[in-house]
């Protein structure tokens, strides 16, 4: 038996590898998906990638590729939307990130609304 292999069938073949494998009835062995650059979990059942790292997400070819949001921190790493957005950016539309509207007195926002969070010293958020 493969050591990379999860579950077996009624048949005792294997049907689930580790993830970032697959089973190849072909090779009859676990073997790697087609394009594990950034992916971070796959099914172990079918060559493809299901869940990329943070700021990738799962292209029409079934490939991670990189966000390209300006100012995006990170996202969920399936689809191209940011989840949050870098200090004093906060998410417009989750395509989009935007400066905070009073960034001026703004130590630390939250990358996802419209404020701030942390003033800098002798500020406060009602200013």
Do not use: W
């Amino acid at each position: 038996m493969d050591i990379n292999c999860l579950l077996l069938d009624k048949n005792g073949e294997c049907f689930k590898c580790i993830s970032l494998m697959y089973y190849s009835r072909e090779a009859k062995k676990c073997i790697n998906i087609s394009n594990p650059l950034y992916c971070l979990a796959s099914s172990g059942i079918f060559e493809i990638c299901e869940k990329c790292m943070s700021l990738y997400f799962i292209d029409q070819n079934k490939v991670c590729a990189y966000v390209e949001i300006s100012y995006c921190l990170s996202s969920l790493g399936i689809q191209r939307k940011c989840e949050k957005c870098r200090n004093l950016f906060f998410l417009k539309t989750d395509i989009e990130c935007e400066k905070i509207t009073d960034y001026n007195e703004c130590y630390i926002s939250d990358g996802v609304n419209n404020e701030c969070t942390i003033c800098l010293r002798g500020h406060s958020k009602n200013e």
